[in-house]
């Protein structure tokens, strides 16, 4: 208890931080470690500084499995180096409002850098405040339930958006293949989404998605839920030709706003589905 403690910075050599080990500091602000941490005890930042910042650095570029879980922090600053983000590194943080890379997030936001790669399984687990998750289209993969919630419901729904923001355009397969979320927006000019890339996402509700998209996989919106509606959003205009043919099983509307001029030959061609209202 060191309550006139408000900054610290730990060693990049540092590989545990101890059960409560800072423990009622309560004018504790900001706590900067190295990604190398491969251990933190039960109640670390217990009633720390209510806005407390964890500021993690790059050393390793991956970020231990658990590393800050059931931790009582608010802001998490992640390295904009880091590539991964560990099993259930974030899980349990009932208290944790915001991640970012360049503090300039609200509340309910997660945003992670262009580099990140690789989000491990139940990585965000129960963290409740989870309402909009920013990732790279360069993500390669997503571990299984990263978004499990069984507090809430049996899954952790809470009408989570995760939006591909443009980095190279492509979007990888399988990337939220049997996720928990509620909606997924893809970014202008993004052209690729890969195969299955939403396939069997039950929770889902709705997909943004641009007319930039040249090249839509197969099955990616397949076995999701049972009233997925895609929202096309007008960027340069046109809908290429066959872009959605034979690809819209899963679907049971497109909605085109004003901004699409033109829609291609055979663009939503083929489906299987059993009804597509073009709104």
């Not at 300039?104 to 409740?128: C, P, Q, V, W």
């Not at 809430?152 to 939220?176: E, P, Q």
């Not at 690729?192 to 839509?216: E, K, M, Q, R, W």
């Not at 679907?251 to 059993?274: C, P, R, S, W």
């Amino acid at each position: 208890s060191c309550n006139a403690l408000e900054s610290i910075v730990l060693p990049d050599v540092l590989k545990e931080l101890g059960e409560s080990a800072f423990f009622d500091c309560t004018a504790l602000y900001t706590v900067s470690l190295p990604d190398a941490v491969a251990s933190v005890g039960e109640d670390v930042f217990y009633n720390n500084h209510m806005y407390q910042h964890i500021y993690i650095r790059y050393y390793t570029g991956s970020i231990a499995d658990g590393l800050l879980e059931a931790q009582d922090m608010r802001v998490v600053v992640i390295d904009e180096n880091i590539t991964s983000i560990g099993n259930r590194a974030f899980a349990e943080c009932h208290k944790l409002m915001v991640i970012t890379y360049d503090y300039s997030r609200g509340d309910g936001e997660f945003y992670l850098s262009s580099n990140i790669k690789h989000i491990g399984e139940e990585a965000f687990a129960n963290t409740t405040n989870l309402k909009n998750l920013f990732v790279p289209d360069t993500l390669m993969s997503v571990g299984a339930n990263a978004f499990y919630n069984p507090i809430v419901s049996k899954y952790n729904v809470n009408d989570v958006t995760v939006t591909f923001y443009y980095v190279a355009g492509s979007i990888a397969a399988d990337i939220l293949k049997q996720q928990k979320i509620w909606h997924v927006t893809v970014c202008d000019n993004i052209h690729t989404i890969g195969d299955n890339a939403f396939n069997g996402i039950t929770t889902l509700d709705s997909v943004s998605l641009p007319d930039t998209i040249a090249n839509c996989g197969n099955a990616v919106f397949a076995n999701s839920g049972s009233k997925v509606v895609a929202y096309i959003r007008g960027v340069d205009g046109t809908v290429d030709d066959s872009v959605y043919n034979g690809k819209t099983d899963g679907l049971v509307g497109m909605d085109f706003d004003a901004n699409v001029k033109t829609i291609g030959k055979y663009a939503i061609a083929g489906g299987n589905n059993e009804i597509i209202h073009i709104l």
